[in-house]
């Protein structure tokens, strides 16, 4: 289970204004959760408008913001900050990648790009760049999460 709030920072600017409503739906795998937040904001201040509690969403729930701003005399449209609640590293094996293989021998050096993803989404980047195929030392490998 995660161990921390999922926190929303918002700065929001209008030289008109000092101050603004923030309003905030939490959603959890598409499901609102609890009701909406409204907040009050100072003019160009970065600021904590709402928390979702740890207690309410598990490892890979989807967990969704819908934010919007309004000034007394207009709304902003809504928008969604989306991610994946995930606090478990990834335990990825051969049988869980879909492999995307890309070679080129250009002068007897070898360039690869391994691209692969897993069930919980997380991307693997392995690039190969430039390398002799005479001689392996040097070889190196670079691995990138995307979360």
Excluded: C, H
């Excluded at 700065?11 to 739906?25: G, R």
């Excluded at 590293?89 to 250009?106: F, K, R, S």
């Amino acid at each position: 289970m995660p161990t921390q709030d999922w926190q929303i920072n918002i700065t929001a600017t209008d030289p008109d204004n000092l101050t603004f409503n923030t309003y905030t739906q939490f959603y959890i795998n598409d499901t609102i959760s609890g009701s909406e937040f409204v907040f009050t904001i100072s003019n160009n201040t970065n600021t904590n408008i709402a928390n979702l509690s740890n207690a309410l969403f598990f490892d890979g729930a989807e967990i969704t913001a819908e934010v919007w701003v309004g000034d007394g005399d207009s709304n902003t449209t809504k928008v969604n900050i989306t991610t994946i609640a995930d606090i478990t590293d990834p335990v990825i094996t051969p049988d869980d990648l879909g492999l995307n293989l890309t070679y080129v021998y250009a002068d007897d050096n070898l360039t690869a790009q391994i691209n692969a993803s897993d069930p919980n989404l997380y991307s693997i980047n392995i690039s190969i760049d430039d390398v002799s195929i005479f001689n392996t030392t040097g070889l190196t490998q670079r691995l990138m999460y995307i979360i």
